[in-house]
């Protein structure tokens, strides 16, 4: 499994990245996951549906599954903040890719998704764990970087930057455990 995460502040793009990437990554027949990190209370089920009720029924964990699809929701009794390590833990074994949006702060490699429009600070000057910068205003970068500079609007060259440097994204679980 190889996995990497995209930092950069909100409005930077970081999602939108990620959503052309799939496709992209899905034509070279690659099977693509994607941890997301919520900053806010979210909620996935809706009021009146049996998985609803029977978590407000108390039940820790309900799983919900057809022949298409399949969702866990479990319920912290206390708040819990996971770790991406914690989250990757649970992902499919077969797949070959993890988009990691969010979690900013993690020692995941990392490619930092960074606009000049968007007026908020650079990261990599200061995170060791970004390796490549996505931007559409290279020319605007705070710090000249060694980093390879990736156009944030060509998802077609992220992805193939992507596969032509896998082996440094490999991700070995046992290593966090």
Not at 57 to 65: D, R, W
């Amino acid at each position: 499994m190889k996995v990497v995460g995209f930092a950069g502040y909100s409005g930077s793009g970081k999602t939108t990245l990620v959503e052309r990437l799939i496709p992209v990554l899905r034509l070279q027949g690659l099977r693509v996951s994607v941890v997301k990190h919520a900053h806010h209370r979210f909620d996935i089920d809706h009021p009146g549906k049996d998985t609803y009720r029977h978590r407000e029924a108390g039940a820790f964990e309900v799983v919900i599954a057809s022949n298409r699809r399949l969702a866990l929701l479990r319920e912290f009794e206390q708040e819990t903040q996971l770790t991406v390590h914690q989250l990757l833990a649970e992902l499919y074994e077969g797949v070959d890719w993890v988009l990691v949006e969010g979690f900013k702060d993690s020692d995941l490699l990392k490619i930092e998704v960074w606009r000049a429009s968007a007026n908020k600070p650079a990261r990599y000057p200061d995170d060791d764990f970004i390796v490549a910068l996505a931007t559409d205003s290279p020319q605007a970068l705070p710090q000249p970087t060694l980093r390879p500079l990736l156009d944030l609007n060509d998802p077609e060259a992220i992805a193939q930057w992507l596969v032509s440097n896998q082996a440094r994204f490999d991700y070995r679980s046992e290593v966090f455990v």
